[in-house]
């Protein structure tokens, strides 16, 4: 027959029981894996919706870079693996003697690098530029033409699923009038910091933690 325990022996068999491990009850996620709040997935949608087309590009660019908007550069796929961002000479990117600014030129270098990579990259990642080299050539006396090239593979770079550092190279050039060949005016060497959000998302809970 079983005797009942008394109360001194019921404490001493809860003291002595094994404790349960403090993330026993909290569920454990891989990098990459975490589960998105409702502005993670906003931000996610807004981000794959500006690389869509130029029109949604554009509606982008108003809201959060209108220095992009106002000057009307847009990206244009020239084969299965090239991209060229194509800058217009409109007033907003002249100068006084009715060429093409050199503060829009090197701007819109920046820009152009940006939206190259992040389109590449997608909605997944933040994309900083870190440095910025422009060499003038000559006068652009047009639209501006840059055709971007970049030093490292950026998908085995993503494959990595770690943050890194991509060079493009941009070679900018005037777009010929009805058939004259393209005139190189400058050359823009970009080097940009892309780092995944949810890397980002960690190292902000280990701060606050």
Known sequence: ??????????????????????????????????????????????????????FWNSICSLIWLPLAFFSGIRMKQIDANSFAAILPFRRFNRNWYRAMAGGALLANSEIAGGMYVFGVCGGDYTVVCKHLQYSFFRPCLGPAVYKMTPRENIKALLETKKEFNITLDLDVQQQGFKGERDRRVGHCIATFHVTPKAQQKARRSRRRG
């Open 1 to 54: 027959m079983d005797v009942p325990a008394s109360a001194e022996q019921i404490s001493d068999m809860e003291l002595s029981a094994p404790a349960a491990p403090p993330s026993a009850a909290l569920p454990k996620y891989r990098f990459g894996q975490e589960p998105k709040n409702i502005w993670d997935r906003i931000e996610a949608f807004v981000s794959r919706l500006s690389v869509r087309d130029n």
